[in-house]
Protein backbone atom coordinates (compact mmCIF):
# COMPACT_ATOMS: atom_id res chain seq x y z
CA UNK A 1 0.00 0.00 0.00
CA UNK A 2 3.17 2.22 0.75
CA UNK A 3 3.18 2.79 -3.09
CA UNK A 4 -0.50 2.81 -4.07
CA UNK A 5 -0.07 6.70 -3.47
CA UNK A 6 2.55 7.32 -6.15
CA UNK A 7 0.77 4.86 -8.30
CA UNK A 8 -2.44 6.14 -8.41
CA UNK A 9 -1.21 9.29 -9.27
CA UNK A 10 0.44 8.54 -12.20
CA UNK A 11 -2.22 6.57 -13.23
CA UNK A 12 -4.19 9.92 -12.95
CA UNK A 13 -1.82 11.72 -14.40
CA UNK A 14 -1.85 9.92 -17.36
CA UNK A 15 -5.65 9.83 -17.49
CA UNK A 16 -5.77 13.74 -17.12
CA UNK A 17 -3.12 14.06 -19.57
CA UNK A 18 -5.35 11.92 -22.09
CA UNK A 19 -8.47 14.12 -21.11
CA UNK A 20 -6.45 17.42 -22.27
CA UNK A 21 -5.30 16.22 -25.48
CA UNK A 22 -8.69 15.37 -26.51
CA UNK A 23 -10.71 18.38 -25.21
CA UNK A 24 -7.12 20.62 -27.27
CA UNK A 25 -8.10 18.65 -30.08
CA UNK A 26 -12.01 19.10 -30.64
CA UNK A 27 -11.77 22.81 -29.29
CA UNK A 28 -12.50 25.12 -32.11
CA UNK A 29 -9.20 26.95 -31.57
CA UNK A 30 -6.92 27.94 -34.13
CA UNK A 31 -3.80 25.31 -34.88
CA UNK A 32 -1.04 28.22 -34.20
CA UNK A 33 -2.74 29.47 -30.99
CA UNK A 34 -2.64 28.13 -27.48
CA UNK A 35 -6.28 27.15 -26.85
CA UNK A 36 -8.39 29.80 -23.92
CA UNK A 37 -10.78 27.44 -22.97
CA UNK A 38 -10.06 23.88 -21.66
CA UNK A 39 -13.21 21.96 -20.80
CA UNK A 40 -12.39 18.44 -18.80
CA UNK A 41 -15.98 17.52 -17.24
CA UNK A 42 -16.56 13.92 -16.65
CA UNK A 43 -13.04 12.99 -18.22
CA UNK A 44 -11.30 11.59 -15.05
CA UNK A 45 -12.52 10.54 -11.59
CA UNK A 46 -9.45 10.94 -9.91
CA UNK A 47 -8.46 8.00 -7.42
CA UNK A 48 -6.24 10.90 -5.42
CA UNK A 49 -9.18 13.69 -5.14
CA UNK A 50 -6.55 16.00 -6.71
CA UNK A 51 -6.06 17.56 -9.52
CA UNK A 52 -3.12 16.54 -12.00
CA UNK A 53 0.57 17.93 -11.91
CA UNK A 54 0.91 21.37 -12.72
CA UNK A 55 3.28 20.79 -15.52
CA UNK A 56 -0.13 19.38 -17.88
CA UNK A 57 -0.90 23.49 -18.15
CA UNK A 58 2.35 24.70 -18.23
CA UNK A 59 1.14 24.91 -22.42
CA UNK A 60 -1.98 26.81 -21.77
CA UNK A 61 -0.39 30.22 -20.43
CA UNK A 62 -3.43 32.05 -22.05
CA UNK A 63 -6.27 30.04 -20.50
CA UNK A 64 -8.90 31.97 -19.76
CA UNK A 65 -11.61 29.07 -18.56
CA UNK A 66 -11.15 25.37 -16.97
CA UNK A 67 -14.17 24.01 -16.37
CA UNK A 68 -13.67 20.23 -14.40
CA UNK A 69 -17.00 19.02 -13.00
CA UNK A 70 -17.74 15.82 -11.30
CA UNK A 71 -13.87 14.83 -11.04
CA UNK A 72 -14.31 13.59 -7.30
CA UNK A 73 -12.02 16.20 -6.61
CA UNK A 74 -11.12 16.95 -2.45
CA UNK A 75 -8.07 19.23 -2.61
CA UNK A 76 -6.88 22.24 -4.90
CA UNK A 77 -3.65 21.82 -3.74
CA UNK A 78 -1.14 22.46 -6.79
CA UNK A 79 -3.41 24.25 -9.30
CA UNK A 80 -1.00 25.85 -11.65
CA UNK A 81 -0.41 29.25 -12.00
CA UNK A 82 -3.07 30.34 -14.49
CA UNK A 83 -3.12 34.12 -14.85
CA UNK A 84 -5.73 34.66 -17.13
CA UNK A 85 -8.35 32.78 -16.07
CA UNK A 86 -11.39 34.66 -15.46
CA UNK A 87 -13.94 31.37 -15.17
CA UNK A 88 -13.56 28.41 -13.22
CA UNK A 89 -15.69 25.70 -13.08
CA UNK A 90 -15.94 23.22 -10.59
CA UNK A 91 -18.97 21.95 -9.81
CA UNK A 92 -20.22 17.98 -8.49
CA UNK A 93 -16.93 17.58 -6.73
CA UNK A 94 -16.02 17.19 -3.07
CA UNK A 95 -13.87 20.60 -2.37
CA UNK A 96 -14.52 22.05 1.16
CA UNK A 97 -12.53 24.49 3.07
CA UNK A 98 -10.21 27.59 2.69
CA UNK A 99 -7.57 25.86 1.69
CA UNK A 100 -9.57 25.05 -1.52
CA UNK A 101 -9.97 28.56 -2.31
CA UNK A 102 -6.60 29.83 -1.14
CA UNK A 103 -5.43 27.68 -3.61
CA UNK A 104 -8.02 29.31 -6.32
CA UNK A 105 -6.92 32.78 -4.90
CA UNK A 106 -3.13 32.28 -5.50
CA UNK A 107 -3.54 30.56 -8.97
CA UNK A 108 -5.87 33.42 -10.76
CA UNK A 109 -6.40 36.28 -7.99
CA UNK A 110 -6.07 38.32 -10.29
CA UNK A 111 -8.20 37.90 -13.13
CA UNK A 112 -10.69 35.01 -11.78
CA UNK A 113 -14.53 37.04 -12.56
CA UNK A 114 -16.36 33.62 -12.31
CA UNK A 115 -16.14 30.97 -9.83
CA UNK A 116 -18.92 28.02 -9.73
CA UNK A 117 -18.55 25.81 -6.44
CA UNK A 118 -21.92 24.17 -6.83
CA UNK A 119 -22.91 20.64 -5.03
CA UNK A 120 -19.55 21.00 -3.21
CA UNK A 121 -19.21 20.08 0.66
CA UNK A 122 -18.83 24.21 1.86
CA UNK A 123 -20.57 24.34 4.60
CA UNK A 124 -19.65 27.63 6.69
CA UNK A 125 -19.57 30.91 5.22
CA UNK A 126 -16.14 31.81 6.68
CA UNK A 127 -14.18 28.76 4.40
CA UNK A 128 -15.38 31.79 1.36
CA UNK A 129 -13.10 34.28 3.37
CA UNK A 130 -10.22 33.62 0.62
CA UNK A 131 -11.95 34.71 -2.16
CA UNK A 132 -12.76 38.42 0.11
CA UNK A 133 -9.97 40.64 -1.35
CA UNK A 134 -10.32 38.89 -5.05
CA UNK A 135 -12.81 40.65 -7.72
CA UNK A 136 -15.19 37.30 -8.16
CA UNK A 137 -18.56 38.98 -9.49
CA UNK A 138 -20.12 35.70 -10.17
CA UNK A 139 -20.38 33.40 -7.63
CA UNK A 140 -22.84 29.32 -7.71
CA UNK A 141 -22.89 27.84 -4.20
CA UNK A 142 -26.26 25.87 -5.38
CA UNK A 143 -26.61 22.53 -3.28
CA UNK A 144 -23.81 23.36 -1.17
CA UNK A 145 -24.50 22.93 3.02
CA UNK A 146 -23.70 26.45 3.78
CA UNK A 147 -26.79 27.55 1.52
CA UNK A 148 -29.03 26.59 4.19
CA UNK A 149 -26.69 28.72 6.92
CA UNK A 150 -29.21 31.28 8.00
CA UNK A 151 -28.78 34.77 6.49
CA UNK A 152 -26.13 32.82 4.18
CA UNK A 153 -26.71 35.34 0.88
CA UNK A 154 -26.30 38.73 3.03
CA UNK A 155 -23.46 37.04 4.79
CA UNK A 156 -21.73 36.40 1.12
CA UNK A 157 -22.74 39.71 -0.18
CA UNK A 158 -20.91 41.45 2.77
CA UNK A 159 -18.05 39.26 3.21
CA UNK A 160 -16.82 39.42 -1.22
CA UNK A 161 -17.61 43.13 -2.16
CA UNK A 162 -17.06 42.82 -5.31
CA UNK A 163 -19.89 40.27 -6.11
CA UNK A 164 -22.82 40.92 -8.30
CA UNK A 165 -24.59 37.87 -8.10
CA UNK A 166 -24.75 34.82 -5.93
CA UNK A 167 -26.35 31.46 -7.66
CA UNK A 168 -27.08 33.23 -10.46
CA UNK A 169 -29.42 36.26 -8.39
CA UNK A 170 -27.84 39.87 -7.61
CA UNK A 171 -28.21 41.07 -3.74
CA UNK A 172 -31.90 42.44 -4.31
CA UNK A 173 -33.27 38.90 -5.54
CA UNK A 174 -33.23 39.83 -9.28
CA UNK A 175 -31.81 37.04 -11.54
CA UNK A 176 -28.92 37.70 -13.53
CA UNK A 177 -30.09 38.58 -17.33
CA UNK A 178 -28.33 36.96 -20.21
CA UNK A 179 -27.58 40.26 -21.37
CA UNK A 180 -24.97 39.97 -18.46
CA UNK A 181 -23.26 37.45 -19.57
CA UNK A 182 -23.32 38.76 -23.42
CA UNK A 183 -22.04 42.04 -21.65
CA UNK A 184 -19.18 40.42 -19.94
CA UNK A 185 -17.90 38.46 -23.31
CA UNK A 186 -18.31 41.40 -25.11
CA UNK A 187 -15.86 43.36 -22.96
CA UNK A 188 -13.30 40.50 -23.58
CA UNK A 189 -13.43 40.35 -26.79
CA UNK A 190 -13.43 44.35 -27.24
CA UNK A 191 -10.22 43.88 -25.32
CA UNK A 192 -8.78 41.68 -27.64
CA UNK A 193 -10.30 43.72 -30.48
CA UNK A 194 -8.61 46.94 -29.17
CA UNK A 195 -5.23 45.19 -29.24
CA UNK A 196 -5.87 43.59 -32.61
CA UNK A 197 -7.12 46.82 -33.87
CA UNK A 198 -4.37 49.11 -32.61
CA UNK A 199 -1.60 46.52 -34.51
CA UNK A 200 -3.69 47.25 -37.61
CA UNK A 201 -3.93 50.49 -37.35
CA UNK A 202 0.21 51.01 -36.73
CA UNK A 203 0.61 48.61 -40.32
CA UNK A 204 -2.22 51.20 -41.98
CA UNK A 205 -0.22 54.17 -40.72
CA UNK A 206 2.96 52.50 -42.37
CA UNK A 207 1.41 51.76 -45.53
CA UNK A 208 0.28 55.56 -45.34
CA UNK A 209 3.70 56.84 -45.14
CA UNK A 210 4.98 54.43 -48.07
CA UNK A 211 1.91 55.46 -49.83
CA UNK A 212 2.87 59.06 -49.22
CA UNK A 213 6.79 58.31 -49.88
CA UNK A 214 6.08 56.62 -53.08
CA UNK A 215 3.84 59.98 -54.51
CA UNK A 216 6.64 62.08 -53.57
CA UNK A 217 8.54 60.10 -55.77
CA UNK A 218 6.41 60.11 -58.45
CA UNK A 219 6.97 64.05 -58.15
CA UNK A 220 10.55 64.17 -58.05
CA UNK A 221 10.42 61.78 -60.84
CA UNK A 222 7.72 64.03 -63.00
CA UNK A 223 10.18 67.57 -62.29
CA UNK A 224 13.34 65.48 -63.76
CA UNK A 225 11.44 64.64 -66.92
CA UNK A 226 10.49 68.31 -67.07
CA UNK A 227 13.98 69.17 -66.71
CA UNK A 228 15.00 66.71 -69.29
CA UNK A 229 12.43 68.43 -71.67
CA UNK A 230 13.59 71.67 -70.68
CA UNK A 231 17.22 70.55 -71.91
CA UNK A 232 16.33 69.33 -74.91
CA UNK A 233 14.44 72.26 -75.81
CA UNK A 234 17.65 74.37 -75.92
CA UNK A 235 19.06 72.70 -79.13
CA UNK A 236 15.96 73.69 -80.79
CA UNK A 237 16.43 76.92 -79.79
CA UNK A 238 19.60 77.00 -81.17
CA UNK A 239 19.13 75.28 -84.28
CA UNK A 240 16.34 78.22 -84.68
CA UNK A 241 19.37 80.68 -83.93
CA UNK A 242 21.20 78.94 -86.91
CA UNK A 243 18.45 79.63 -89.02
CA UNK A 244 17.93 82.83 -88.66
CA UNK A 245 21.46 83.69 -89.08
CA UNK A 246 21.20 82.04 -92.95
CA UNK A 247 19.50 84.68 -94.15
CA UNK A 248 22.43 87.06 -93.08
CA UNK A 249 24.85 85.38 -95.02
CA UNK A 250 23.42 85.18 -98.07
CA UNK A 251 22.10 88.60 -97.95
CA UNK A 252 26.05 89.47 -97.05
CA UNK A 253 26.86 87.72 -100.03
CA UNK A 254 24.34 89.06 -102.34
CA UNK A 255 25.91 92.60 -101.31
CA UNK A 256 29.31 91.73 -102.55
CA UNK A 257 27.95 90.38 -105.65
CA UNK A 258 26.40 93.51 -106.45
CA UNK A 259 29.10 95.70 -105.26
CA UNK A 260 31.20 94.18 -107.43
CA UNK A 261 29.17 94.66 -110.75
CA UNK A 262 28.73 98.31 -110.08
CA UNK A 263 33.08 98.19 -109.75
CA UNK A 264 33.13 96.44 -112.87
CA UNK A 265 30.60 99.29 -114.60
CA UNK A 266 32.15 102.03 -113.18
CA UNK A 267 35.76 100.68 -114.76
CA UNK A 268 34.44 99.99 -118.13
CA UNK A 269 32.50 103.54 -118.32
CA UNK A 270 35.72 105.11 -117.63
CA UNK A 271 37.87 102.96 -119.86
CA UNK A 272 35.57 104.03 -122.48
CA UNK A 273 35.77 107.27 -121.73
CA UNK A 274 39.74 107.10 -122.00
CA UNK A 275 40.17 105.52 -125.67
CA UNK A 276 37.50 108.55 -126.84
CA UNK A 277 39.96 111.07 -125.40
CA UNK A 278 42.57 109.22 -127.41
CA UNK A 279 40.70 109.34 -130.24
CA UNK A 280 40.80 112.98 -130.38
Not at 9 to 32: C, Q, T
Not at 138 to 159: H, N, S, W
Not at 192 to 212: Q, R, S
Request: glycine share 12%.
Amino acid sequence: MAGAGPVAAGEDDAAWERAINASVKNAPNSPFSAPKTLTLDGAVKSSTGRLPSPALFDRFPSLEELSVAGARLSSLAGLPRLPALRRLSLPDNRLSGAESLAAVAESCGGTIRHLDLGNNRFAQVEELAPLAPLGVEALDLYQCPVTKVKGYREKVFALVPSLKYLDGVDAEGNDRLETDEDEDDEEDEDDEGDEEGGEEGEEEEGDEEDGEEEEGDEEDGEEEEGDEEEEGDEPEDGEDEAEDDEPDSGADEKSKETNGSKESTGKRKRDNEDDGNGDK
